[in-house]
């Protein structure tokens, strides 16, 4: 993975097959205390103790197709790499949220990518979830918040194309407008 | 979300509506990118984004895009599902947004399997 938006598309997934109604990815770049941080919450059924102190092994699955599960410690190396972190919180049957950080200006923090292309695919992937995507930047807010998108659509699915090219070219325009550089 | 974005947003919701109720909303293709951590980390994604734009500009309606986990088969990724109502699924192998180009234009839009590029015949595992 070279971009943390693959990482970002990549753990959804585990919320998303934790049976997640809503998930939320908030993403905070603090200019100021160099620091950058993705937080992905969901509302999944969670990890029992045991599970969660595996969660974090390369050699660890819930699978049955492979015996390895490379998501999380992809993600935990790229925030170490960048002096930053990874942190699992999770409730049985409450949900889980991963927080990762790293140094904002660190050279080896991978940049951004094409985050609009992975809210996208997410929601491609998984129609009958919401997904609230929130941006802060040190010069404004950008959310999008698929529950408000269905509200205007009616009974178009959240999936059509033409949604979906909506929600990437809103994302889009949206981080522009509050100064993000998603290459950087 | 900037105002006059929401103002496009319904105009398109009126759009699809308009087209569904002239097809009764009946889908001819669902198209399957495999979308595990062995498929994101080999392009999965670029795969995704160019095959909804090649919708988007060829303005079709029965076009269904998914995406799927990861079935075990990550040396070959990234693969594609491509079914056509009423034929066989075919499975593609190492796409990259160019082959997904053509695979679209030529075996979903037209009908003709793109055999360098098939992996398999046969049914979809979901996650």
Redesign the interface.
């Known amino acids: 993975?070279i971009e943390l938006s693959?990482h970002i598309?990549?753990i959804v997934?585990n919320s998303t097959?934790a049976g997640a109604g809503l998930v939320t990815i908030r993403i905070s770049e603090d200019r100021a205390g160099d620091r950058f941080r993705i937080e992905i919450e969901d509302d999944g059924e969670g990890m029992d103790d045991e599970t969660a102190r595996q969660a974090l092994d390369p050699f660890f699955t819930t699978?049955t197709?492979?015996r390895f599960?490379?998501?999380l410690p992809?993600l935990r190396h790229a925030a170490e790499r960048a002096e930053g972190g990874l942190e699992v919180k999770t409730l049985k049957g409450k949900g889980t949220k991963v927080n990762a950080e790293f140094r904002l200006s660190h050279i080896d923090r991978q940049p951004l990518g094409?985050i609009a292309?992975?809210i996208?695919?997410v929601i491609?992937?998984n129609?009958r979830t919401d997904f609230i995507y929130r941006h802060e930047s040190g010069s404004g807010i950008y959310?999008?918040d698929t529950r408000?998108?269905r509200r205007?659509?009616?009974d178009?699915p959240i999936?059509?194309?033409?949604?979906?090219?909506?929600i990437?070219?809103?994302i889009e325009?949206?981080l522009e407008?509050i100064g993000i550089d998603k290459s950087a | 979300?900037?105002k006059i974005?929401?103002e496009?947003?319904?105009k398109?919701?009126e759009?699809?509506?308009a087209e569904t109720s002239l097809r009764a909303g009946h889908l001819r293709v669902r198209v399957t990118?495999h979308?595990?951590?062995c498929g994101?980390?080999s392009g999965a994604?670029?795969v995704?984004?160019s095959l909804?734009?090649e919708?988007?500009a060829a303005g079709v309606a029965d076009?269904?895009?998914?995406?799927?986990?990861?079935?075990?088969i990550?040396s070959r990724e990234p693969l594609v599902t491509v079914e056509v109502l009423g034929e066989e699924p075919i499975k593609y192998e190492h796409m990259d947004p160019n082959k997904m180009r053509q695979v679209f234009k030529r075996h979903i839009l037209e009908g003709e399997i793109q055999t360098p590029f098939v992996m398999a015949r046969g049914s979809e595992?979901v996650?």
Do not use: F, Y
């Open positions: 993975m693959l598309l990549d997934e097959r699978k197709v492979r599960g490379l998501g992809m094409d292309a992975t996208a695919a491609a992937g129609p959310v999008m408000e998108v205007r659509i009616g178009v999936d059509h194309p033409k949604i979906l090219n909506w990437k070219s809103d325009s949206g407008g | 979300m900037a974005k929401i496009d947003l319904k398109i919701k759009k699809i509506k990118v979308m595990g951590t994101i980390a994604r670029g995704l984004d909804m734009k919708i988007g076009v269904a895009v998914t995406t799927s986990g990861c079935a075990g990550c595992q996650k």
